[in-house]
């Protein structure tokens, strides 16, 4: 799996939208993007994830570039319950030798009043 | 309620006895996986499981044990625990999407401490 570089620390006012970048250069064709996110010490919790296509849900956004070297996470209107740690990870689709999993740094998102 | 459970949540044991944390889950997935996560090391696989009899290494197997009996529990053993296995352990299931895409749900975390 490739591996995945995120900015240590971001700063987000609350209400403004908060935009994540991932760098992935080394990404495989058939390799997702995933994100995570762990709030304190508990379980991770997972927010979205794509392909080459960019998607969105009830959570996010996910902005993968064209080359999918690198991707942008966006909360549109972030909260204080969204500070917490996101992980950018790639993945090959499951039965692919994709089970293994690594997961980076993460990125440490203080959303502030 | 669709949940990863893991017990027990807190442990404080001795360096050489054995242990077993348990994970269950309710949603039928058929990959389970282990997790450790210590201070600047973030998390590191420690093995998964396609499914029944069928486990494989992550990145940190050495000095633990799985097994996979049926497709509900995953326990994670440690037969000789050491301090270096003192961490915070997390347990997650998989739900296959079409394509091979999955999501893990992850447990709330079990807090070991080896003296």
């Known amino acids: 799996d490739a591996k995945t570089t995120q900015p240590p620390s971001m700063d987000c006012a609350e209400g403004r939208a908060a935009n994540l970048p991932c760098n992935h250069s080394t990404i495989s064709g058939n390799e997702y993007v995933y994100w995570y996110r762990q709030i304190h010490s508990q379980g991770p919790q997972y927010i979205i994830h794509?392909?080459?296509n960019n998607e969105t849900n009830e959570m996010a956004s996910l902005i993968i570039t064209e080359d999918r070297k690198s991707s942008t996470l966006i909360l549109p209107h972030a909260t204080l319950r969204d500070t917490a740690v996101y992980y950018c990870i790639v993945r090959a689709p499951l039965g692919t030798g994709g089970f293994k999993t690594i997961f980076g740094a993460g990125t440490r998102l203080f959303v502030k009043a | 309620e669709a949940q990863v459970t893991q017990n027990p949540r807190y442990l404080i044991t001795v360096t050489g006895k054995k242990l077993t944390v348990t994970c269950s889950q309710n949603?039928?997935?058929?990959?389970m996986s282990w997790y450790r996560q210590d201070p600047g090391l973030g998390l590191r696989q420690i093995y998964y499981?396609?499914?029944?009899?069928?486990?494989d290494k992550g990145d940190v197997p050495e000095g633990y044990k799985v097994s996979r009996k049926e497709k509900r529990n995953f326990p994670l053993i440690l037969e000789s625990p050491s301090p270096n296995q003192t961490s915070l352990y997390f347990c997650?299931?998989?739900?296959?999407?079409?394509?091979?895409?999955?999501?893990?749900?992850f447990g709330p975390g079990t807090r070991l401490t080896v003296l």
């Open positions: 949603m039928n997935h058929e990959y």
């Open positions: 499981s396609m499914n029944v009899e069928v486990t």
């Open positions: 794509g392909l080459k």
């Open positions: 997650a299931s998989s739900l296959r999407f079409a394509g091979g895409t999955d999501t893990q749900y």
